[in-house]
């Protein structure tokens, strides 16, 4: 299949941008995080299983990370209490990683920044309807390289 003429330049300033937007929004977390004395990586994980327990490879599919790198971080907020593994009845090796009360807590000292600076966001962006299509326009690329194989 050869591509459109501008194909090549579309995806290179959509992977120099989306780049520079993991950048952006990293930091972004890692100023909301910290006053509850999480770090982003922290965050992410207990995020990932504050609606119910999952194994450490089902965290790493859900934030596009490798298991290796959810694997450390959930060690370590295991050893800081946050977070405790519990047996998985559908795997034997692959315990559970669930968040504690004192992990849960730290992620709802975070909401109420959280939810000033979406607003703020949104408001930047001309609002909800042009946030949600920005949010759209993201989820529908990652779809779309997911059904590349990537």
């Known amino acids: 299949m050869q591509a459109p003429p501008h194909a090549p330049d579309l995806l290179t300033r959509t992977a120099l941008g989306v780049s520079r937007l993991n950048g952006q929004l990293l930091a972004v ?10 770090t982003t990586a922290r965050r ?3 995020g990932a299983v504050a609606g119910g327990p999952l194994p450490v490879a089902g965290i790493a599919r859900v934030l596009g990370l490798t298991r290796q790198s959810v694997q450390r971080v959930a060690d370590l907020v295991v050893a800081e209490g946050l977070a405790e593994y519990r047996p998985n009845p ?5 315990k559970l990683l669930a968040p504690t009360d004192d992990g ?6 975070i909401t109420p920044e959280h939810a000033v600076f979406a607003a ?3 408001e930047h962006l ?25």
């Not at 977390?29 to 999480?38: D, N, Q, T, V």
């Not at 849960?104 to 000292?109: K, V």
């Not at 001309?126 to 997911?146: K, Q």
């Open 29 to 38: 977390s890692e100023r909301l995080a910290r006053p509850a004395g999480l």
């Open 44 to 46: 992410q994980v207990l």
């Open 126 to 150: 001309g609002g909800t309807p042009d946030f949600r299509a920005a949010v759209e326009a993201v989820e529908t690329l990652s779809r779309a390289l997911d059904n590349l194989g990537y």
């Open 104 to 109: 849960l807590s730290a992620l709802r000292r």
């Open 120 to 122: 703020e966001l949104a």
């Open 90 to 94: 559908a795997h034997r090796r692959a």
